[in-house]
Nanobody, 116 residues
């Protein structure tokens, strides 16, 4: 599976931004699709996840109610809608695909900078 994330940039703290991740070559072991982020000097952390086959969505507690993950199976694209992001959420955002909590495929990341 090849993943390409894009849509990052500069966003104000009360604004919104939508990230996209285009996938190609999907396989059975890549049904889970999630967004992670890594801020400077911090460990990578889970942000939101779902499955290409549909069903539940999962969010880190810190983003619940503000971020939304969605998929477009026709376009093989997963989105992360970020509403009211916070300055400390400035990070490189990655999309990743896998199965059973193991993510074997990672995109190159897209930088999101949140200004106060």
């Amino acid at each position: 599976v090849q993943l390409q994330a894009f849509g990052g940039g500069l966003v104000q703290a009360w604004g919104s931004l939508r990230l996209s991740c285009a996938a190609s070559g999907r396989t059975a072991n890549s049904n889970a699709i999630s967004w992670f982020r890594q801020a400077p000097g911090r460990e990578r952390e889970f942000v939101a996840g779902t499955r290409w086959s549909g069903g539940k969505t999962y969010y880190a507690d810190s983003v619940k109610g503000r971020f939304t993950i969605s998929i477009d199976n026709v376009k093989n694209t997963v989105f992360l809608q970020m509403n009211s992001p916070k300055p400390d959420e400035t990070a490189v955002y990655y999309c990743a695909a896998g199965i059973g909590g193991n993510y074997h495929h990672w995109g190159q990341g897209t930088l999101v900078t949140v200004s106060s």
